[in-house]
């Protein structure tokens, strides 16, 4: 079992920015890919952002160019760092790890709001 523990999200402007952190515990060593989702009101749940084992990484197109995800795997936690937030970019985010088995792991979520 891995358990995740998202912080970081909060009431920003258009604009400005954000970074959100995980922090995985448990069967750590199990883990292969780390990465963030969110969802929008009334939206389904999407890909933002992920990040393997390895560093390779990959983003939502939406995002490109704003948001950079990285991974401490001495600290087991993934950050992304939110930049030129937008409105459209107000939603819960969760934090997904995913172990060598193919088994999804999620956090609580945490809430970004991005203000015009």
């Known amino acids: 079992q891995v358990q995740l523990v998202e912080s970081g999200g909060g009431l920003v402007q258009a604009g400005e920015s954000l970074r959100l952190s995980c922090a995985a515990s448990?069967?750590?060593?199990?883990?292969?890919?780390m990465g963030w989702y969110r969802q929008a009101p009334g939206k389904q749940r999407e890909l933002v952002a992920t990040?393997?084992?390895?560093?390779?990484?990959n983003y939502e197109d939406s995002v490109k160019g704003r948001f950079t995800i990285s991974r401490d795997n001495t600290k087991n936690t993934v950050y992304l760092q939110m930049n030129s937030l937008k409105p459209e970019d107000t939603a819960v985010y969760y934090c997904?790890?995913?172990?060598?088995?193919?088994?999804?792991?999620w956090g609580q979520g945490t809430q970004v709001t991005v203000s015009s």
């Open positions: 990040i393997s084992r390895g560093g390779s990484t």
């Open positions: 997904n790890a995913r172990n060598w088995h193919w088994t999804d792991y």
């Open positions: 448990g069967s750590t060593v199990s883990i292969n890919t």
